[in-house]
T-cell receptor
């Protein structure tokens, strides 16, 4: 498809397990963002990629969270030893404008993570 | 300091009337972009409108317009002729080149359109 694709759409896991969330941005988009949204809340920035590098990891909540991007395309967000407070919708977005002030974000439909 | 402030957690409007959703922002960047996104209950984030800091005119997109008051650092969204399908959460966001172009979002305003 032409849009941002995220998988899985829903993930239920047990506390302490590791999870991987995948984002496939729009082809040619150099900037890729991960946000987290708790129920009824705003968007919490996690990490930003420009190409394969991550100039801004300031939003990662703890060292249990990591992300990588390969080939300037697909990105994976990994959460190790999940905790119940990690339950949220994880949104990925991409943009054709990296490091600038223009260019809207195109969002995926999100991955809903539930940690039991 | 909060970069984007949306002071209205919830708003109600009668169908066919206009409504203004407030947004103020804080930046020292001379160049920045302001955006509004809509998030219906289905969850997807939909881009609505963009205003550049150097744009002289207020942005408009169909029934959406952005009331940009630069000196007051205000970027309110105006929706005219509200429709039931406008019921959703609305987010104001800002991009700054000195912040790596990262988009910072406000906490959102939930708009309910009443028939």
């Amino acid at each position: 498809g032409a849009g941002v694709s995220q998988s899985p759409s829903n993930k239920v896991t047990e506390k302490g397990k590791d999870v991987e969330l995948r984002c496939d941005p729009i082809s040619g988009h150099t900037a890729l963002y991960w946000y987290r949204q708790s129920l009824g809340q705003g968007l919490e920035f996690l990490i930003y990629f420009q190409g394969n590098s991550a100039p801004d990891k300031s939003g990662l909540p703890s060292d249990r969270f990591s992300a990588e991007r390969t080939g300037g395309s697909v990105s994976t967000l990994t959460i190790q030893r999940t905790q119940q407070e990690d339950s949220a919708v994880y949104l990925c977005a991409s943009s054709s404008q990296a490091g600038e002030d223009t260019g809207e974000l195109f969002f995926g439909e999100g991955s809903r993570l539930t940690v039991l | 300091a909060q970069k984007i402030t949306q002071t209205q957690p919830g708003m109600f409007v009668q169908e066919k009337e206009a409504v203004t959703l407030d947004c103020t922002y804080d930046t020292s960047d001379p160049s920045y972009g302001l955006f509004w996104y809509k998030q219906p209950s289905s969850g997807e984030m939909i881009f609505l409108i963009y205003q550049g800091s150097y744009d002289q005119q207020n942005a408009t997109e169909g029934r959406y317009s952005l009331n940009f008051q630069k000196a007051r650092k205000s970027a309110n969204l105006v929706i005219s002729a509200s429709q039931l399908g406008d019921s959703a959460m609305y987010f104001c966001a800002m991009r700054e080149p000195t912040n790596a172009g990262k988009s910072t979002f406000g906490d959102g305003t939930t708009l309910t359109v009443k028939p």
